[in-house]
């Protein structure tokens, strides 16, 4: 028997995959499956994004680059990041990662280890917690509740805190619950955070600029307090519909940068040539794809949410950010695996139940409305007559 280090029986799924080939398996054996479960646009990258990655390949940009990514890259994410937050931070802060997801991945490896705290949401993103776990650290949630709309609460975060914790990780907009955290909570959580200066920052915000509604997207980088301790983590994935290139950034403090090169020159070398220009003509090209996209996806939003609260037992409040409903399903009498489970099986629709974010995500379903309006209909008018007719189990 091969003897493998003891983290990696504790790793944990990100299960919108695994629903993601089952729906596939269900399709390839001639069923109609309907997918709310994945977590990607349903668009296209923009034509002129792609361009320039053709024109990288067709320029020879074949072979390795920078490690932390070219500096016309880099210098670009800090002059869009000056644009759009009014803050100015050196490239040599920017760092260019494999995907969103590779930021958290390292910032968790760099806190945790056994003995140490770290604070994540629950309901959350459901990697966070299984790389907390991977690295034997304490993981510690932080509920998020739709009592308080699945904003986060600063007084309750704080309260959590102890001599132990290394990592507070932050996402608003949230997955799966759709969250906003309104800047008077993130200005009372710096305020506090002042009292545990140790304590490093994650703020996700890979979906800024998804939010609707006059909801307003608080960046952490706006508060120079914490600058010295804080790690963000964006990316082109979401605002670009480029889940598929692979392509993040984050903005590291300049005391972790050269741990944080050496790490990534231990794992992946450098990011793929040709996404890192595209990657440079997403930020400093047109904006209106991303614009028409966050509109379309606005009036899913609300058709997702309407037809969601005439379900019977079920009600949503109204997402504020990134694609995703979040339902209280409590009434119908169903556990939310259970239902989520009958519903794809049975009913042809794809979501994904609630505890796969948490345990505080029992209760709720999560329906990603990156899918077309006439397939959210037909999915939601499958999932109303499974209701009326199906017992619960
Ligand atoms: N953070 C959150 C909250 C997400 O929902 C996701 C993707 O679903 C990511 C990070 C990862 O993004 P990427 O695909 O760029 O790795």
């Given at each position: 028997m091969l003897r493998t280090v003891a983290g990696f029986d504790r790793l944990g799924e990100e299960n919108a995959f695994t629903v993601l080939a089952r729906a596939a398996e269900l399709s390839a054996q001639g069923r109609d499956v309907i997918n709310l479960?994945?977590?990607?646009?349903?668009f296209r990258t923009p034509e002129h994004v792609v361009e320039a990655a053709v024109q990288a390949l067709r320029d020879g940009h074949h072979g390795y680059t920078e490690t932390t990514g070219i500096l016309p890259l880099r210098e670009t994410v800090a002059g869009y990041l000056a644009a759009r937050t009014g803050v100015t931070i050196p490239a040599d802060r920017v760092m260019i990662v494999p995907g969103g997801k590779v930021t958290m991945f390292a910032a968790i490896m760099m806190f945790g280890e056994p003995g140490a705290e770290i604070l994540y949401p629950?309901?959350?993103?459901p990697i966070y917690r299984s790389m907390i776990e991977f690295t034997g650290a304490r993981p510690v949630p932080v509920p998020i509740r739709e009592s308080n709309d699945f904003a986060f609460s600063a007084e309750e975060l704080l309260s959590?805190?102890?001599?132990?914790?290394?990592l507070v990780i932050l996402n608003s907009p949230a997955n799966p619950t759709a969250g906003v955290t309104p800047r008077p909570e993130v200005n009372r959580l710096v305020a506090g955070l002042l009292e545990h200066p140790n304590v490093a920052v994650l703020s996700?915000?890979?979906?800024?600029?998804?939010?609707?509604?006059g909801a307003e997207h608080v960046s952490l980088?706006?508060?120079?307090?914490i600058r010295n301790r804080l790690i963000l983590l964006n990316g082109w994935s979401k605002t670009y519909a480029m889940t598929g290139w692979r392509l993040g950034w984050s903005v590291w403090p300049t005391t972790l940068v050269e741990r944080f090169r050496k790490f990534a020159v231990n794992g992946w070398s450098c990011v793929n040539a040709a996404a890192q220009y595209a990657g440079i003509a997403a930020l400093e090209g047109p904006q209106d794809a991303v614009d028409t996209m966050v509109s379309e996806f606005d009036s899913r939003r609300q058709v997702t949410v309407d037809l969601l609260n005439r379900l019977p037992g079920v009600s949503c409040v109204a997402p504020r950010g990134a694609f995703y409903a979040f339902p209280n399903i409590a009434e119908t009498g169903w556990a939310a695996k259970s239902l989520a489970s009958a519903l794809l099986e049975r009913a042809g629709v794809a979501l994904i139940g609630g505890p796969d974010f948490g345990t505080l995500g029992e209760g709720y379903l999560r329906v990603s409305y990156a899918n077309s309006e006439d397939n959210i209909r037909k999915a939601l008018a499958r999932v109303g007559d499974f209701l009326a007719e199906a017992r619960p189990r």
């Open positions: 479960g994945i977590g990607q646009p349903d629950d309901p959350g993103f959590l805190i102890t001599p132990a914790t290394r996700d915000e890979i979906y800024d600029r998804i939010i609707y509604g980088l706006g508060y120079p307090e």
